[in-house]
C-alpha cells in the first residue's frame, strides 16, 4: 500500500494568497479571450512558477538574453498559460498580449515557442524533451564555466517518456548539480489518474535510484517551494529533483482534480460566475 | 569515408574550441587520440538517442557546435521528433553524423539499412542533407560543415569507396559538382551511386552514348541551378540512389523539374531501391546488384529508356 504523502494532502487544502489568486485571474483572462486552454496544467503550476519567476531565478526581463541568466524550460508546454502570466507579469512582453491568447497574430501559442515570445529559452509541446535540453544547457555551462543554473519543469504524465529517465541518467551521469528538475506531481494526466494510466509510484525512489537529490513539497506552499528552491542543489554534485505535489485545477473548485478540465474550449456563462467566486472578478 | 569524418570531427575541434564529438555507444576505441587530447569534447552518452540529440540541442544553444555519430537509422528514425523539433525548429548547428547510410550494414538486416534516411531528412524544414561519395570529399565537405548555421544531417557511406571524387572541384554545401559534360543522358547522382554512374557512363560510351554526371552530394538545399543547366540538350535525365523511390534524390529532382519547367519536362528515369524493406542480406553491393543498381544494371536501364524516349519524348532545351 502506498502511503499518501502528506504533501499531498496539504496541497489539497492549502489556500491561495492573493498573488496567486491575481495569476490565476491572468490564466484565466487568457482563456475566456481565446475560447480556448489548458487551465489544470496551468493552475497547478502557477506557485511553482511564480516562485522561479518571484525568488529563485536570476533573471533580468530587461535582459533576457544574458549569457549568465538562469534557464528555465517549461517541458510541459501545455501548461504554458501559466509561464506566459508570469513572463508578462514581469515584463518580459506586455500584458495585453495575455488576451491575444492563439490569436492568428498572437506571439502567445497554445505551446510555447523559442524566439517568438520573450523568455522563452525552447520550444516544447512534445512531452519529454526538455530534460535533455536542460542537460546540454547544464553541461554548457559546466563546460564554459558559467555559473547560470538550469531549471525545468515537468509533468507527472510527461516522465511516462523513456527519454525523461535517459536524461535523468546523463544529468547524474554528469553530475550536473546546476540542473534542476522540477515535476508537478497533480496525479492526473489527460485520460486520468497517473495511477491509472502508468503508475509512477514510487516516484521519489525512482529520481533517488537515477542519481538525484530529491526534495518533496507542496507545489501550492509558496514559502515551502521558496526554502527548498532557494537551496538548490539539494546535494553538491547530484541534480536536483523537486517533486512538487499538486493539484491539477487548484484554485477553481469546479476543475480540481478533475480531467475534464485539462483542456478547455469556450466557457460558459456559469462557470465564468464561479470563477469569479473562487479567484475573484476579472 | 568514415574514419576520415571521423578524424575531421578531430582536426575540427583542434581549431574550433566549439566543437564537440557526442557518440552514444560507438564502436571500442572511436576518435580516441580526441578522447585523449580534448577529453571534455569527447562525450559517450548511451544508447539514447532522443535524449542525446535534445542534449545537443541544449549545448547548441550555448554556442557550441555538437557532431552526433551513430548509426544512420538510429539517428533518424529513433529520434525524429526530437530532431525535428529539437533541431530543425530551434535552427540549430547540430551534425548528425549517420554510420552506414543506404545498404552498408546489409548483412544486419532491415533494422540497420537506411533506406528512407534522406527522404525524412530532407522533409524537415532547415534541415541540410548532404551524402558525400568518398573519403576525400568527406574530408573536404566536414570542414564545409564548421560555420554552416542550421543542422545538417551526412550520410556516411561503408569506406573504403574508390576515390572519385577531384580536389580541383572543391566542395560547397549546396553546390552539385558537373563530373562529366551532359550528353545525351544526364545521370544525377548522389553519395556512392557516383562511382557507379562513372562505370555505367564508360560502358554507355562503349555503345555510342554520351553521359553527363551531375554528383549532388547536397540532396537539401538542391542545387537547382547546376540541375537546369545540366539538363540543356539531354533527352534523359537518370537519377540514381541507393533509396527507396519515394523523398529521395529522385523525388526531389523531379518536384524541382516540375516546379521550374512546369511543362515540357525531360524524359525521367528513377533508379532506386524498391519500396519494401530489404529481406536478404549479403552485401550493399549484392543488394544493390539484386536491385538493379549496378554499373552494368544502371548502363542497360539508360539504354532502355533512351530507347523509349526516343520514340515518344521530344529533345529538350537544346541550346
Ligand atoms: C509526446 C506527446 N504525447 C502526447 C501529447 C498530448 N498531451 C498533451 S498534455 C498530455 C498529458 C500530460 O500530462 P501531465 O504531464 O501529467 O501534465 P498535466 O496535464 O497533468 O499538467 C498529453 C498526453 C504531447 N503533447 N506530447
Known sequence: MIQISPHAESALTCTLDERSLYLRRLVLGSVRSAGRGHVGPALSLIEMVRVLYDDVLRIDPKNPRDPNRDRAILSKGHGCLALYALLADRGFFPLSELDGFCGPDSILGGHPEYGMVPGVEASTGALGHGLSIGVGLALAARMRER???????????????????????????????????????????????????????????????????????????????????????????????????????????????????????????SELDAIRVAVGDF | MRNTAMNMVHKLAARDERVLYIGSDPGAGTLRAMSKEFPKRHLIEGISEAHIIGMSAGLAMEGFVPYVNTIATFLTRRCYEQVAVDLCLHNLPVRLIANGGGLVYAPLGPTHQAIEDIAIMRALPNMTVICPCDADEAARMMERTLDWKGPI??????????????????????????????????????????????????????QGIRSGILHMHTVKPLDTEALLQAIRGTRLVATLEEHVPSGGLGSAVAETLIDKLGSGLPAMLRLSLPDRFMHNYGSQDSLLKKHGLSANAIATSIEHALAASRTSAPQLHST
Open chain 2, 153 to 206: 544531417y551526412i550520410r556516411l557511406g561503408k569506406g573504403g569507396d574508390a576515390v572519385v571524387s577531384k580536389a580541383e572541384h572543391g566542395f560547397e554545401i549546396g553546390k552539385a559538382i558537373l563530373m562529366r559534360s551532359p550528353g545525351d543522358v544526364l545521370m544525377v547522382t548522389t553519395g556512392i551511386m557516383l562511382q557507379r554512374a562513372l562505370t555505367a557512363a564508360d560502358l554507355l560510351a562503349a
Open chain 1, 147 to 269: 555559473s547560470y543554473r538550469t531549471f525545468v519543469l515537468l509533468g507527472d504524465g510527461e516522465i511516462n517518456e523513456g527519454s525523461v529517465w535517459e536524461a535523468a541518467m546523463g544529468a547524474a551521469k554528469h553530475g550536473l548539480d546546476n540542473l534542476v528538475a522540477l515535476i508537478d506531481y497533480n496525479k492526473l494526466q489527460s485520460y486520468g489518474p497517473t495511477d491509472y494510466v502508468l503508475p509512477l509510484e514510487p516516484l521519489a525512489d525512482k529520481w533517488r535510484s537515477f542519481g538525484f537529490a530529491v526534495q518533496e513539497v507542496n507545489g501550492h506552499d509558496v514559502s515551502a517551494l521558496r526554502t527548498v528552491l532557494k537551496q538548490v542543489p539539494a546535494v553538491a554534485g547530484k541534480p536536483t529533483a523537486v517533486i512538487c505535489h499538486t493539484v491539477k485545477g487548484k484554485g477553481l473548485p469546479a476543475a480540481e482534480s478533475n480531467a475534464d478540465w485539462h483542456h478547455k474550449n469556450k466557457l460558459t456563462d
